[in-house]
């Protein structure tokens, strides 16, 4: 998102603003959109990981999880259809109206709120389930909700809250690797010893 241009009110304005920024706007889109891959294989990992402790927790988060980074990934399909428009300034005032219409249009807004929703509730529920397993390091849980909160509370106060959330959820995320890592090592140590 850090790649993104700051969109003005207009959306005629939107795709010419889209439109000057090429590389960057289509980087950003697509960066956004694979991301949400990774995102779902790494929600199914932290349930796999953490299930055992607290199975509902967990597998309710999980699915939350998986249907937030659905509905970013339908969010993100529509952001490269605005990009695409963006190369095309003799429809932009149609493409304007499109848009307009597309983001009151209850088949997109339903799977915005999904992938906010989704993200928002699955990420609190599995770092919830990761600090009260005492797994380490500790400081992931609280690090993600404070993720969380600047992502989606800040973001709209302060555009520096983007650059924020990202190291946030970078240092979240790899607290996250680390830990599984060691816990993994454990596991192998143990077996090793028991073997």
Same mark, same amino acid.
Request: net charge neutral; with cysteine; hydrophobic share 55%.
């Given at each position: 998102?850090?790649?993104?241009?700051?969109l003005? #009110? #207009?959306?005629?304005?939107?795709?010419? +603003?889209?439109? #000057?920024? !090429? =590389?960057?706007?289509?980087?950003?889109?697509?960066?956004?959109?694979?991301?949400?891959?990774?995102?779902?294989?790494?929600?199914?990992?932290?349930?796999?990981?953490? !299930?055992? !402790?607290?199975?509902?927790?967990?597998?309710?988060? %999980?699915?939350?999880?998986?249907?937030?980074?659905? %509905?970013? +990934?339908?969010?993100?399909?529509?952001?490269?259809?605005?990009?695409?428009?963006?190369?095309?300034?003799a429809?932009? #005032?149609?493409? @304007?109206?499109?848009? =307009?219409?597309?983001?009151?249009?209850?088949?997109?807004?339903?799977f915005?709120?999904? $992938?906010?929703? $989704?993200?928002?509730?699955?990420?609190?529920?599995? @770092?919830?389930?990761?600090? /009260?397993?005492?797994?380490?390091? /500790? &400081?992931?849980?609280?690090?993600? &909700?404070v993720?969380l909160?600047?992502?989606?509370? %800040?973001?709209?106060?302060?555009? &520096? *809250? +983007?650059?924020? @959330?990202?190291?946030?959820?970078?240092? $979240?995320?790899? %607290?996250? *690797?680390?830990?599984?890592?060691?816990?993994?090592q454990?596991?192998? !140590? @143990?077996? =090793?010893? +028991?073997g």
């Amino acid at each position: 998102m850090a790649l993104q241009p700051e969109l003005p #009110d #207009d959306r005629a304005q939107w795709l010419a +603003t889209i439109a #000057d920024a !090429r =590389a960057g706007a289509a980087a950003a889109a697509q960066m956004f959109l694979w991301s949400q891959l990774p995102f779902a294989v790494s929600v199914v990992g932290l349930v796999a990981w953490l !299930r055992p !402790r607290f199975p509902r927790l967990t597998i309710i988060g %999980g699915v939350f999880g998986v249907l937030g980074a659905f %509905g970013h +990934t339908v969010a993100g399909g529509w952001t490269l259809t605005q990009v695409v428009m963006a190369d095309e300034p003799a429809h932009r #005032d149609a493409y @304007s109206q499109l848009i =307009a219409a597309q983001e009151q249009s209850a088949l997109i807004v339903s799977f915005l709120m999904i $992938g906010v929703v $989704g993200t928002v509730v699955g990420m609190l529920l599995l @770092s919830i389930a990761h600090f /009260r397993s005492h797994a380490h390091p /500790r &400081w992931v849980g609280p690090v993600l &909700w404070v993720w969380l909160a600047v992502e989606f509370v %800040g973001s709209g106060i302060s555009p &520096w *809250a +983007t650059y924020l @959330s990202g190291l946030l959820l970078l240092a $979240g995320c790899g %607290g996250l *690797a680390a830990g599984l890592l060691a816990a993994r090592q454990d596991g192998c !140590r @143990s077996h =090793a010893a +028991t073997g």
